[in-house]
């Protein structure tokens, strides 16, 4: 009687587990390193900053976005860099406005920094 029990339970295991669909949870991508992100940035004196493109991050650079910027996230904090007219990869740093100042901004302002 055990026997047919205990037969009966792992006949009914097996089925559920061969019947039981695949998870189906979308998988969480996680940058592997830097991508290249120049489509987010907008030079300053271009004017499309300040129309079209109102939703791009702010760029003060030489360059503007003629040359290619790379950005990583980590641990929520975002690094961005550009490369300069000779290859070598130069620090955007990112201002921060103090909310409720004159110069509070809510649009992230990225500066070339060499």
């Known amino acids: ?6 037969a009966a339970i792992v006949l009914a295991v097996g089925i559920a587990a061969v019947a039981a669909p695949a998870a189906s949870a979308d998988p969480v991508y996680y ?3 830097p991508v290249d992100a120049t489509d987010s940035f907008v030079g300053v004196l ?3 900053a ?3 493109r109102s939703d791009a991050s702010l760029l003060i650079s030489p360059y503007g976005t003629s040359q290619p910027i790379r ?8 690094f961005c ?5 000779w290859g070598n990869h130069v620090t955007l740093n990112r201002l921060f406005f103090v909310p ?3 110069t509070y901004m809510d649009r992230p302002v990225y500066v070339f920094t060499p």
Do not use: N, V
């Open 50 to 52: 300040y129309g079209s």
């Open 31 to 33: 940058l592997p390193g």
């Open 81 to 85: 860099s550009q490369t300069d007219l």
């Open 46 to 48: 271009d004017p499309a």
């Open 1 to 6: 009687m055990l026997k047919r029990i205990l």
């Open 100 to 102: 409720g100042s004159a």
């Open 71 to 78: 950005c990583s996230w980590a641990r929520g904090q975002g």
